[in-house]
């Protein structure tokens, strides 16, 4: 792919492999600060965990934010719209720390609360980048589709979605853009990951810890748009 | 072959038809030709039951098209859309083997058919198999569209304003081209177009339409000579009325037959209209033309006064 894309991953890679050998650095910026350096698990550990995490979100997400985009284009699924908007209203209103904090009760502490409320944020870019794709879809292709003698199944399969591709995988991206920063959150509910750092310094009042994290899940970020972009041209025009 | 009885379809508050009966036989090019909101596009998507009836039906050689699996029976009727509708995503070729691959054809027979009708459509097959339709011009595009609805060999076209967005000179070539097609594979055409031009031009059968209904149907002469309705003459007339009625005539039914045929006057072929006979007339300002057939031959003569009897 071109380097572009890969930059961010590899400046990622780099903070990782760097981070454990600026002690020094941290102590000089935050001499206040007992340990300059989050050592309690290894950043390369925690940057796994928060991957899995993002991983074990989007797949979901994907599957549930493409499916409900379909189903509440085809033709007379009111209700599947409506559900549709309720989830983009809910999330519209209510931030994702809310989210976590409702479902601890429920789910308990740990990965459980932060993969829900990450399931439910990374559905919705999905969700909308699929509805807008589909109906962006010409209605002459989709009459010759039908003219042509195509079951509703394959004007789905061997058109629409082949011509909506593109858009799709654009919101799947975004999807886990905001999944890398929203897996962060979780930490609060004790999920552990690449939040865990933050939460601990606003704890212990160690701000070298906070910005450690807060790096590591800034260029995670960043790292995974370049990577989702590299794959996007070539998924928008299959042969 | 298609037959409308009795059929009526509404949109909500709008009425598109209001009782349309109409039949066309086996073999004809049929031309609906109607303004704009007539009804046209309603009734011939009915045939291949893109629009269903509310009340009424639509009969395919005696069978009630709803009797039939609606993807079945789009399978074995053409369909040329209004707005060509080529599918962006896939090569020319693969645009042209929608059908047969749905139908389930192996791969060589369709690359085989896919080139054949190339050919037909007098587009190269090394050229343009495998451009993207967004490689093509609006002629190219309209052809491959056309042999999109050709390509598992239907026995009925429908074809809804197929040459509506191109430019004159490549819509007469490619209406020319359809009556090739037409006498050379005796399918049985249903285009539906609001250019009385095109329509004269085409048809073998012409069917004019308002408002959800049949005014008049015919051949186009007949219709010229004899409106049914002043609807139909005002929408055939524009102005030219006797210039659509000689564009109707063969030059050789005018013609008398040859006792010489001076040099000065112009040639012209002997497939001409008396309308083409005219033009060569007045563009030479010759009071007569000669018919000459492929070979180069003489067989007849048209003079000015020949065409009154048009
Ligand atoms: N899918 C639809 N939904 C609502 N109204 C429709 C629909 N299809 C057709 N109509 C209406 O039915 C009437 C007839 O439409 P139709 O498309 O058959 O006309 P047409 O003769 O093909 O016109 P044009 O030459 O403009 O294509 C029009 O008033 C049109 O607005
Ligand atoms: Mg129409």
Not at chain 1, 6 to 13: C, G, K, R, S, V
Not at chain 1, 201 to 226: C, E, K, R, S, Y
Request: with cysteine; proline share 7%; net charge neutral.
């Amino acid at each position: 792919m071109r380097i572009a894309t890969l930059l961010p991953a590899m400046l990622f890679a780099l903070a990782l492999l760097a981070l454990p050998v600026l002690g020094p650095f941290f102590g000089a910026l935050f001499p206040e600060a007992a340990e300059p350096l989050y050592l309690r698990q290894g950043f390369v550990a925690l940057a796994a965990k928060h991957g899995g995490l993002v991983i074990a979100a989007l797949l979901p997400a994907a599957a549930i934010g493409i499916g409900l985009g379909v189903a509440a284009t085809r033709p007379g699924a009111r209700e599947v719209r409506v559900v549709a908007d309720t989830l983009a209203g809910f999330a519209q209103a209510v931030p994702p720390v809310a989210v976590i904090a409702m479902a601890v009760p429920v789910v308990g502490f740990g990965a459980a609360p932060a993969l829900l409320a990450l399931v439910c944020y990374a559905t919705l870019p999905v969700l909308r980048a699929t509805v807008g794709a589909l109906a962006t879809v010409p209605p002459d292709v989709l009459d010759a589709a039908r003219g042509a003698g195509m079951t509703p199944r394959q004007m789905l399969v061997q058109v629409e979605l082949p011509l909506a591709a593109g858009p799709i995988l654009a919101g799947v991206r975004v999807a886990a853009v905001l999944a890398v920063a929203t897996a962060a959150v979780g930490a609060v509910a004790g999920a552990n990951c690449l939040g865990t750092p933050i939460i601990a310094g606003l704890v212990n009042g160690n701000p070298a810890w906070v910005i450690q994290g807060a790096l590591l899940t800034g260029l995670m970020a960043f790292a995974v748009d370049g990577l989702l972009a590299a794959f996007a041209p070539v998924s928008a025009s299959p042969p | 072959m298609i037959r409308f009885e009795g059929v009526r379809k509404s949109f909500g508050a709008a009425r598109a038809l209001d009782g349309l009966d109409l039949a066309v036989p086996e073999g004809a090019f049929a031309v609906l030709l109607g303004g704009s909101g007539a009804g046209k596009s309603t009734a011939l998507r009915m045939v291949n039951r893109l629009v269903e009836p509310d009340a009424g039906r639509v009969l395919l050689r005696g069978r009630d098209v709803a009797g039939e699996a609606a993807p079945a029976l789009r399978r074995r009727v053409g369909y040329v859309i209004q707005g060509i509708g080529l599918f962006p995503h896939w090569t020319v070729a693969r645009n042209i083997a929608a059908v047969p691959r749905l139908l389930g054809w192996d791969e060589r027979r369709i690359a085989a058919r896919v080139d054949e009708l190339l050919v037909l459509l007098r587009l190269d097959p090394a050229i343009h198999r495998d451009r993207r339709p967004a490689e093509l011009s609006g002629g190219q595009a309209q052809r491959v569209g056309v042999a999109r609805a050709l390509a598992a060999d239907p026995d009925i076209l429908l074809m809804d304003e197929p040459f509506g967005a191109l430019d004159a000179v490549t819509r007469q070539a490619l209406q020319q081209e359809m009556t090739r097609l037409h006498a050379a594979t005796g399918k049985t055409i249903l285009l539906v177009t609001h250019d009385v031009d095109e329509a004269l031009a085409l048809a073998t059968r012409l069917a004019v339409m308002a408002d959800g209904r049949l005014l008049q149907e015919g051949t186009p002469r007949a219709l010229l000579e004899a409106p049914a309705d002043p609807r139909v003459r005002d929408l055939l007339d524009g102005g030219a009325f006797g210039m659509r009625r000689l564009a109707v005539v063969t030059a050789s039914s005018l013609a008398a037959p040859v006792t010489e045929a001076p040099a000065t006057l112009p040639r012209i072929p002997t497939t001409a209209t008396g309308r083409e006979a005219l033009e060569a007339m007045l563009a030479a300002r010759a009071d007569a033309v000669v018919l000459v057939d492929a070979a180069g031959v003489p067989s007849g003569v048209v003079a000015l006064r020949d065409l009154l009897r048009a």
